[in-house]
């Protein structure tokens, strides 16, 4: 019995988290709820009345569930603790100046990349995404670049672990791709999406490091596949890295890894 007294605390944990996730992805009901989690409509019920009672989330008058501003500013914080997205902030500026084009900052969750910083192209026709947004690791050139530079045990036990989806017609199909692109993508210096995650939307991207030369995170320039043929890519990619090299700079590194 003291065995199971430990682990009920744990999984009403995940079950807490796993609905907030739910919650982040938009409002959902009681009832849509129970259902994607697996558990009795009472038992969701009281795991939400806690949530509320928490300032997590908020219930709508149509009785839908929704996450407050709450998490969104535990999040900052977090992001505020690691001084990337405002140190980064004035180098993707500057590319954003230079190529007109959105700029992403990115680190990596898991087998994911999340985005902590978005400079807004110009251009009526731009990216969509948003700060806090997730994608798998082997979809992006942000999350190539984070997966090519890590060290190698750390690199085959994320890809190992991958479940690969093809979303797109580009997008790599297994842990051997993968591993060939990855390759590549460290001899080249720099990582691209080609329509493998979203279509018509063409990436680049390079990685940043701190002091001690070890990735941390990337950073990217998107943009409709239309536009891309107008750019020099030799220049396009000079600019790049240099944004990528002047955050890394402010984190001490000389040498990237």
């Given at each position: 019995m003291?065995?199971?007294?430990?682990?009920?605390?744990?999984?009403?944990?995940?079950?807490?988290?796993?609905?907030l996730?739910?919650?982040?992805?938009?409002?959902a009901?009681?009832?849509?709820?129970?259902?994607?989690?697996?558990?009795?409509?009472?038992?969701?019920?009281?795991?939400l009345?806690?949530?509320v009672?928490?300032?997590?989330?908020?219930?709508?008058?149509?009785?839908?569930?929704?996450?407050?501003?709450?998490?969104?500013s535990?999040?900052?914080?977090?992001?505020?603790?690691?001084?990337?997205?405002p140190?980064?902030?004035?180098?993707?500026?500057?590319?954003?100046?230079?190529?007109?084009?959105t700029?992403?900052?990115?680190?990596?969750?898991?087998?994911?990349?999340?985005?902590?910083q978005?400079?807004?192209s110009?251009?009526?026709?731009?990216?969509?995404?948003?700060?806090?947004?997730q994608?798998?690791?082997?979809?992006?050139?942000l999350?190539?670049?984070?997966?090519?530079?890590?060290?190698?045990d750390?690199?085959?036990?994320?890809i190992?672990?991958?479940?690969?989806v093809?979303?797109?017609?580009?997008?790599?199909?297994?842990?051997d791709?993968?591993?060939?692109?990855?390759?590549?993508?460290?001899?080249?210096?720099?990582?691209?999406?080609?329509?493998?995650?979203?279509?018509?939307?063409?990436?680049?991207?390079?990685?940043?490091?701190?002091?001690?030369?070890?990735?941390?995170?990337?950073?990217?320039?998107?943009?409709?596949?239309?536009?891309?043929?107008?750019?020099?890519?030799?220049?396009?990619?000079?600019?790049?890295?240099?944004?990528a090299?002047?955050?890394?700079?402010?984190?001490?590194?000389?040498?990237?890894?």
């Amino acid at each position: 019995m003291a065995h199971e007294s430990r682990e009920a605390p744990v999984n009403a944990v995940y079950k807490a988290f796993a609905i907030l996730e739910m919650l982040g992805e938009g409002a959902a009901s009681l009832t849509d709820i129970s259902r994607r989690i697996g558990m009795p409509k009472s038992s969701a019920s009281r795991f939400l009345a806690s949530l509320v009672d928490l300032g997590a989330a908020a219930k709508t008058d149509n009785g839908d569930f929704l996450l407050t501003a709450k998490l969104f500013s535990l999040g900052a914080q977090g992001l505020k603790a690691l001084e990337l997205a405002p140190t980064a902030l004035p180098f993707m500026r500057e590319l954003c100046a230079k190529t007109s084009e959105t700029v992403h900052l990115a680190v990596q969750s898991e087998r994911s990349v999340v985005y902590l910083q978005k400079v807004d192209s110009p251009h009526s026709l731009r990216m969509h995404s948003h700060v806090g947004y997730q994608a798998p690791l082997y979809r992006t050139a942000l999350g190539k670049c984070l997966l090519a530079w890590l060290d190698e045990d750390r690199r085959e036990a994320l890809i190992q672990a991958m479940e690969f989806v093809r979303a797109m017609p580009n997008t790599l199909a297994d842990a051997d791709a993968l591993r060939a692109h990855l390759a590549l993508v460290r001899g080249q210096g720099y990582a691209c999406d080609n329509e493998e995650n979203e279509e018509s939307v063409i990436c680049f991207g390079a990685p940043v490091f701190n002091w001690a030369s070890q990735v941390i995170a990337a950073i990217s320039v998107s943009m409709p596949t239309f536009r891309f043929q107008k750019y020099d890519k030799d220049i396009l990619l000079r600019d790049l890295k240099e944004a990528a090299q002047g955050i890394s700079a402010a984190y001490g590194c000389r040498k990237p890894g």
